[in-house]
């Protein structure tokens, strides 16, 4: 990892002061591209890609869900296994006021505010992940038990294959 070329990010920074091995990977960010534009770029299985998304429940209280990036959320079974009536993802406008990231740079690293974060369950299987490191064009990869250890991200069958 090149220091020097490492954004600092509230997410990187929220990875260093943890002292989280991770490593940077850089790529030509795409308007509306998504996980499937990164994980080609990168050359990696889209399904190690991970996406942040914000969410919010019937009360407008927000939540992030981190999904394989070729999987959807299933809002009725979350909404379900998190006990509220339903779910939906925010608008851009929303999801950067509650995470502090633009939409396409989302990170669950070093949120604005401290949100209850879900991670599908067969994400903690994979031997790496790829996740936004809070900027467009930026992700890093690392062990995926970070997610619980760092995030006490919960694990939840929501995958809805694409």
């Known amino acids: 990892m090149s220091s020097a070329r490492v954004p600092s990010t509230p997410a990187v920074l ?21 996980t ?14 991970i996406k942040t998304l914000v969410m919010v429940d019937d009360t407008a209280a927000p939540l992030i869900v981190l999904m394989h990036g070729d999987n959807k959320v299933s809002t009725k079974a979350l909404a379900r296994v998190i006990g509220v009536k339903s779910v939906e993802t925010c608008t851009p406008e929303v999801a950067q006021r509650h995470s502090g990231y633009r939409v396409g740079g ?30 467009r064009g930026f992700l ?23």
């Open 36 to 49: 499937a534009v990164s994980s080609r770029e990168l050359g990696v299985d889209e399904h190690a890609v």
């Open 106 to 135: 989302t990170s669950p690293f070093g949120t604005r505010k401290k949100l209850p974060i879900y991670v599908e369950r067969t994400v903690m299987t994979l031997a790496q992940i790829y996740i936004n490191g809070g900027s």
């Open 140 to 162: 890093v990869r690392m062990a995926p038990e970070v997610l619980t250890r760092l995030l006490n991200a919960q694990p939840v069958d929501v995958a809805i294959a694409q």
């Open 14 to 34: 929220a990875l260093r002061a943890a002292k989280i091995e991770f490593t940077a990977h850089f790529y030509t960010y795409e308007e509306k591209g998504g």
